[in-house]
């Protein structure tokens, strides 16, 4: 689709971690709504089958942890349009730490997509951001309630996500007088590959399609911070108001107490 093509509709919007979860699902809503969405992951058979739901969405392949290929990656979305209205930066992994051995690299491997990912994104964007006609062109981050509350094993997923929010809190600060504005959009647990992979309670569950739909509708009104459920965010103030307390909640889970036996079993040898 030509530059051309996509000027005539909307808003043109270059949305990560399209393939799936959250992403695909705001890529299908946007899209239906008018908006041009420039589809990205790293899957290039999930965003063909993306491509042919909707005439409004167009495939980008990338890699956003490559950062020596953002100058190509930007002259791919420069192709495709000669400016852009919104990115949402949906993209993310998520891996648990396994005590009492666990995979120190794994920190890397998430920080690599959930941080360093959402920041060449920024990078690569910002120019094409900068040639919006609109009012107020849009930053979109999607990270997580996770860094309300610690969690056993999330060190480095919700370090990950906490050091999203605060780039991007910044970020909104110097951005400010460009009139570019940026919003942290924070989810509670949503039913997407990634958590289908979990094995511990997860409160509060919605699908990948509601959540979309109230990030969709709640982005309108541009809010610096926007978290959801609030029944969960209420739930996560425990760990805030009485700390000791949700320690014992969260440990006397399942698999923590499972871990916790590991641990009891290490020490006693």
């Known amino acids: 689709m030509s530059g051309e093509q996509l000027n005539e509709v909307r808003k043109v919007i270059w949305l990560t971690g399209a393939s799936s979860g959250i992403g695909r699902s705001l890529a299908l809503g946007l899209a239906a709504e008018g908006h041009q969405v420039i589809a990205s992951a790293r899957s ?9 739901l909707s005439s409004n969405i167009t495939a980008l392949p990338c890699d956003i942890t490559d950062a020596s290929g953002l100058s190509f990656l930007r002259a791919r979305l420069s192709h495709l349009s000669s400016h852009l209205d919104q990115i949402i930066l949906c993209a993310g992994n998520c891996e648990y730490l396994d005590f009492p051995e666990p995979d120190w690299d794994m920190v890397t491997r998430v920080m690599e997509v959930n941080y360093f990912g959402a920041v060449n994104c920024v990078k690569t964007a910002l120019p094409l951001l900068r040639q919006s006609a609109a009012e107020r062109p849009h930053i979109v981050a ?21 050091a999203m929010r605060y780039f991007f809190d910044c970020l909104r600060l110097d951005l400010r007088s ?7 959009v924070n989810p509670g647990f949503v039913d997407t590959p990634l958590t289908q992979k979990n094995n ?34 209420c739930l996560l103030a425990v760990s805030k108001i009485l700390p000791a307390l949700w320690q014992k909640i969260v440990l006397n889970g399942a698999d923590g107490k499972a871990r916790q036996d590991v641990l009891n079993e290490k020490v006693g040898e």
């Open 200 to 233: 511990f309670p997860m409160p509060f569950l919605l699908s990948a399609e509601d959540a979309s739909r109230r990030i969709i509708e709640n982005l309108e009104s541009r809010p610096k911070n926007y978290s959801f459920p609030k029944r969960l965010l």
């Open 142 to 162: 999607v990270a997580s309630m996770v860094t309300d509350a610690p969690f056993p094993r999330a060190e480095a997923y919700g370090a990950s996500k906490a």
């Open 178 to 184: 460009e009139h570019i504005d940026v919003s942290v």
């Open 44 to 52: 290039d058979v999930e965003l063909a089958v993306l491509e042919t």
